[in-house]
């Protein structure tokens, strides 16, 4: 007997072996078959969906959940245009605490404004309590000069604007999260998620010091898990600074590890761990990702590497050769540049044909690098979000010969290389929907159109979103298709996005989701 029968349904399997159905039944969570293989047997429940759509639960393979949803419950500073409605929702967030606490606002865009804001201006109205204003880009931020007293000379700038290392350390000053409150905020943001049609997702880089959300970060998924509070499956990125140099056998390969020796591969089911995360440089909001010519209009600011080219290097390739499967945070082609010879290098030295190794965003990739992408069999994850909300900034600063290189999608499609779409929520919009549209018509919010010859067809933009973000999680066998014998994570969708009209893609309702054939959370 089935658990469940799905019927009357419009199937998009994205199993080229049977790319679609009617009809499917569920037992233990899983697909067991379609249409006439299942049409005899009896089930305890059964599911008439009136001829809606239904996909492969989309899987998120870059998110940010605990950041998410500290953000969500935190006050704002957007939209702001003018300085002045930034400060006054700081003097309206510090009545809220008491003296001498943390007055934490999210949203902060100083691209955005008519004049820039200081530590001296938020010290007007701080009234005597620490500021902190994260930018939108989550490689920056805005302190008063409180904080800035409390931080190590390194780190201060007088003008209170921190990025990188120095956020870092505003970040690591702040009283820490209790284990509740980032379980509460991970559950939060996991069930936005959900209601976007997201089954899976990888959570990109906890424990560290430059962006982590405190050291117990992996436990507050645990809690939120046994709780019964995370309703999409999620996989953990390690930070690399979370390593530890260790004393292994001589002809043993891992010089460094977590306390355990855990690596990519551990845990199963609804929480795992997945790649180890590298940060190879900045951000573009920030000005801080790396680049091989300056951004347009700032002078000979390139950006910046998150270390020496060396030290990321024998990171990455140490990572390698213990077995991690490596995600390297590159957006400028600088970076790429390290990343890319860094991955060669290691698999010079121990051949991992199956490493499945990533590259994070890959914002700005030159023509050159292409072809080495591909025959390293690198994955780029890309952020489509980035360009819907911000690529009219993006383009603007890299100008018009660069400008076709921002994260690109048929450049990687024609050259071999795998291509998969996520959010990195907090930093861009979530929705799955929104972004396949996105990589359909390469238009940001304004209109403007940004690398047309970069456009994916519907059908390789949700390969992204299903299939390909399954392969990059390690997750192939189990998801990202609706295949007998795979999990039944499905999103039922209130039309096609390949037969309805283009722009009306993210719009597209998502009525309802199963995560292993239950649809309640």
């Not at 679609?20 to 039944?25: F, S, T, V």
């Amino acid at each position: 007997m089935l658990c469940t029968r799905i019927t009357n349904a419009r199937i998009v399997t994205m199993d080229p072996a049977r790319p679609r159905a009617a009809e499917l039944g569920i037992w233990r969570g899983r697909v067991v078959g379609l249409d006439e293989d299942v049409s005899g047997l009896t089930a305890r429940r059964t599911v008439d969906l009136d001829g809606a759509v239904v996909l492969p639960g989309f899987i998120d393979s870059h998110v940010h959940l605990a950041w998410a949803g500290l953000k969500a419950s935190a006050p704002t500073a957007a939209p702001s245009t003018r300085a002045d409605d930034v400060l006054r929702a700081v003097a309206e967030a510090v009545t809220r605490i008491p003296a001498g606490g943390w007055a934490n606002l999210g949203s902060y865009d100083r691209r955005t404004l008519d004049r820039p804001l200081t530590a001296a201006d938020l010290d007007a109205v701080s009234e005597g309590r620490r500021v902190f204003l994260g930018d939108v880009s989550g490689h920056a931020c805005l302190v008063n000069t409180a904080v800035l007293e409390g931080l190590p000379a390194w780190a201060v700038r007088s003008d209170g604007f921190l990025v990188e290392e120095a956020m870092g350390a505003a970040l690591q000053s702040r009283p820490a999260h209790s284990l509740e409150e980032l379980a509460g905020a991970v559950a939060h943001a996991a069930r936005v998620c959900r209601s976007e049609g997201i089954t899976g997702c990888a959570e990109a880089g906890i424990g560290g010091q430059l962006f982590g959300r405190g050291p117990i970060e992996a436990a507050a998924h645990q809690l939120a898990h046994e709780s019964g509070r995370l309703p999409v499956r999620v996989q953990l990125m390690v930070a690399s600074d979370a390593l530890r140099p260790v004393a292994t056998a001589r002809q043993d390969t891992t010089s460094r590890a977590l306390s355990l020796g855990l690596r990519t591969g551990f845990g199963g089911g609804a929480l795992s761990l997945g790649a180890l995360k590298v940060w190879a440089d900045g951000g573009m909001m920030a000005r801080t990702a790396a680049l091989t010519r300056p951004y347009r209009g700032h002078g000979s600011a390139s950006g910046r590497l998150q270390g020496e080219p060396e030290e990321l290097t024998a990171t990455i390739v140490e990572g390698h050769l213990a077995g991690w499967q490596l995600a390297v945070h590159a957006i400028g082609d600088r970076a790429v540049d390290v990343a890319l010879d860094a991955l060669e290098q290691g698999q010079k030295l121990r051949p991992r044909p199956d490493a499945r190794h990533r590259i994070e965003h890959a914002g700005l990739v030159r023509p050159d690098q292409l072809p080495r992408m591909a025959a390293l069999g690198v994955t780029c994850v890309v952020q489509p979000g980035f360009l819907l909300h911000h690529g009219d900034d993006y383009a603007d600063v890299m100008g018009a010969e660069r400008e076709g290189w921002l994260y690109r999608g048929r450049a990687f499609l024609d050259h071999g290389v795998r291509l998969v779409a996520s959010s990195d929520r907090p930093v861009a919009d979530g929705s799955p929907l929104r972004a396949v549209q996105f990589m359909v018509e390469r238009a940001s919010r304004s209109g403007r159109t940004i690398g047309p010859d970069e456009a994916t067809t519907v059908e390789e933009a949700l390969r992204a979103y299903t299939v390909e973000a399954a392969r990059a999680c390690h997750w192939d066998s189990d998801a990202g298709s609706i295949t007998p014998g795979k999990r039944a994570d499905l999103v039922v969708l209130g039309d096609d996005p390949r037969r309805t009209e283009t722009s009306r893609i993210g719009d597209i309702e998502v009525v309802r989701t199963f995560l292993e054939g239950d649809d309640a959370y």
